[in-house]
């Protein structure tokens, strides 16, 4: 007998009455600011391109040298047979570049997040989170089966208290670097001493902040003047302000090496194509290089900022590319989100889960692609919302 998934029907249902249904869109342009979407021009504020990298002639270029020289494929798991000398080669240059001994590549920061603290912790041992972190890393806490404790957001009065029980195992604290729905940086300073005081690890998740805070974009650790004896654990990803796909993790030989022999999701999954490493080895030298993307974001955040509080948006504590304007309920945000579209302007509604129930929001992301005459498009779309409501 055929069994059908009826049953799933009545909360598919639910979720679309309570605003938190969700669907793609679909584009038929690469990123950029001004793109096609389902068939229409729109103007967009919703990619995490921060630096504008993902479409940039050299890291094409890299891209198809890379399929002329490996294919399109790399046939296997790094430690089967896929860890070409591109992976290799890369990851030399990703510990150059954030200044640690090793880096490890994995397939996305979700898996990377998910290896690492499953490989480094257990039962017995605990792991500290900040209400707002991301889902990998809430989710590699479950997985690791630690004992899970979570604060609310950026309270280290809370972590320091949580911190002080701790009694026995490994402690482990995993934190955002940036907030990736609300911008702001975690207090990475104050973090570390208490990790110090408490013997306990800390890993920075800097999906957010790689490639557009800190010296030549080498992250939000750097931006706090900490290394590897602060923060021995950093991951960062590759899909966003790099501008390809894929993650990393940097720290001492022994914790690669570590990841190496026990982190599952990076042992039992194919390797990326080459192709994917060797475009990221461009765009890694135009992070490095190219500082005037990084100096074009904070121009246009500042203009942003400023036209917003003129016509009166209520504005998050945020210096990054990540601008959200809370809208508070998930139909709110999403009758924004709708209106934004009829203007021809694309900016996603964050609902719950992805934020707390109650903080659903536009979340604006800005790219170094953008010029000053988008960001007043959007100034002058976004001061006809309908605020009152909020
Ligand atoms: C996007 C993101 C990830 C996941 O990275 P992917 O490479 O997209 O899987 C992890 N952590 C944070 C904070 C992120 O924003």
């Given at each position: 007998?055929?069994?059908?998934?009826?049953?799933?029907?009545p909360?598919?249902?639910r979720?679309?009455?309570?605003?938190?249904?969700?669907?793609?869109?679909?584009?038929?342009?690469?990123?950029?600011?001004?793109?096609?979407?389902?068939?229409?021009?729109?103007?967009?504020?919703?990619?995490?391109d921060?630096?504008?990298?993902?479409?940039?002639?050299?890291?094409?270029?890299?891209?198809?040298?890379?399929?002329?020289?490996?294919?399109?494929?790399?046939?296997?798991?790094?430690?089967?047979?896929?860890?070409?000398?591109?992976?290799?080669?890369?990851?030399e240059?990703l510990?150059?570049?954030?200044?640690?001994?090793?880096?490890?590549?994995?397939?996305?920061?979700?898996?990377?997040?998910?290896?690492?603290?499953?490989?480094?912790?257990?039962?017995?041992?605990?792991?500290?989170?900040?209400?707002?972190?991301?889902?990998?890393l809430?989710?590699?806490?479950?997985?690791s089966?630690?004992?899970?404790?979570?604060?609310?957001?950026?309270?280290?009065?809370?972590?320091?208290?949580?911190?002080?029980?701790?009694?026995?195992?490994?402690?482990?604290?995993?934190?955002?670097?940036?907030f990736?729905?609300?911008?702001?940086?975690?207090?990475?300073?104050?973090?570390?001493?208490?990790?110090?005081?408490?013997?306990?690890?800390?890993?920075?998740?800097?999906?957010?902040?790689?490639?557009?805070?800190?010296e030549?974009?080498?992250?939000?650790?750097?931006?706090?003047?900490?290394?590897?004896?602060?923060?021995?654990?950093?991951?960062?990803?590759?899909?966003?302000?790099?501008?390809?796909?894929?993650?990393?993790?940097?720290?001492?030989?022994?914790l690669?090496?570590?990841?190496?022999?026990?982190?599952?999701?990076?042992?039992?999954?194919t390797?990326?194509?080459?192709?994917?490493?060797?475009?990221?080895?461009a765009?890694?030298?135009?992070?490095?290089?190219?500082?005037?993307?990084?100096?074009?974001?904070?121009?246009?955040?500042?203009?942003?900022?400023?036209?917003?509080?003129?016509?009166?948006?209520?504005?998050?504590?945020?210096e990054?590319?990540?601008?959200?304007?809370?809208?508070?309920?998930?139909?709110?945000?999403?009758?924004?989100?709708?209106?934004?579209?009829?203007?021809g302007?694309?900016?996603?509604?964050?609902?719950?889960?992805?934020?707390?129930?109650?903080?659903?929001?536009?979340?604006?992301?800005?790219?170094?692609?953008?010029?000053?005459?988008?960001?007043?498009?959007?100034?002058?779309?976004?001061?006809?919302?309908?605020?009152?409501?909020?």
């Amino acid at each position: 007998m055929i069994t059908s998934l009826k049953s799933l029907q009545p909360e598919l249902e639910r979720r679309k009455q309570a605003h938190l249904y969700r669907a793609r869109r679909v584009y038929d342009s690469p990123q950029g600011p001004e793109g096609v979407v389902d068939g229409r021009h729109v103007l967009s504020f919703c990619s995490n391109d921060y630096l504008g990298l993902a479409n940039h002639p050299e890291v094409i270029a890299a891209m198809q040298r890379g399929a002329e020289t490996y294919g399109a494929g790399s046939g296997a798991a790094h430690l089967v047979s896929g860890h070409s000398r591109a992976h290799h080669v890369l990851e030399e240059e990703l510990a150059e570049f954030t200044g640690r001994p090793r880096a490890l590549l994995f397939s996305t920061g979700y898996m990377a997040n998910l290896g690492v603290m499953s490989a480094l912790l257990g039962r017995g041992d605990s792991v500290y989170e900040d209400r707002l972190n991301h889902a990998s890393l809430i989710d590699g806490g479950l997985l690791s089966r630690a004992n899970f404790k979570r604060y609310a957001h950026a309270d280290m009065d809370a972590l320091q208290s949580q911190l002080q029980g701790h009694a026995k195992g490994e402690a482990l604290v995993a934190i955002d670097g940036v907030f990736s729905m609300d911008g702001d940086i975690a207090p990475l300073d104050r973090m570390a001493t208490l990790c110090r005081g408490a013997d306990a690890w800390l890993m920075v998740d800097d999906a957010h902040g790689f490639g557009v805070l800190g010296e030549q974009g080498r992250g939000t650790i750097d931006r706090f003047n900490l290394g590897l004896k602060e923060v021995p654990i950093m991951m960062g990803t590759l899909g966003k302000a790099v501008g390809t796909s894929g993650a990393f993790v940097a720290g001492s030989d022994e914790l690669i090496e570590t990841l190496i022999q026990q982190a599952r999701s990076y042992i039992f999954t194919t390797a990326t194509p080459p192709a994917v490493a060797e475009a990221t080895r461009a765009s890694l030298r135009l992070v490095q290089k190219d500082e005037w993307r990084r100096e074009r974001l904070k121009t246009l955040i500042g203009q942003f900022r400023q036209g917003a509080e003129e016509i009166g948006l209520p504005l998050m504590e945020s210096e990054t590319p990540i601008q959200p304007i809370v809208a508070g309920t998930s139909e709110q945000a999403l009758k924004w989100s709708r209106q934004l579209e009829g203007e021809g302007i694309q900016i996603s509604a964050i609902r719950p889960p992805t934020v707390p129930e109650g903080s659903a929001r536009l979340r604006i992301t800005f790219s170094a692609s953008h010029t000053p005459e988008h960001v007043e498009r959007l100034l002058e779309v976004l001061s006809g919302l309908e605020l009152s409501e909020a």
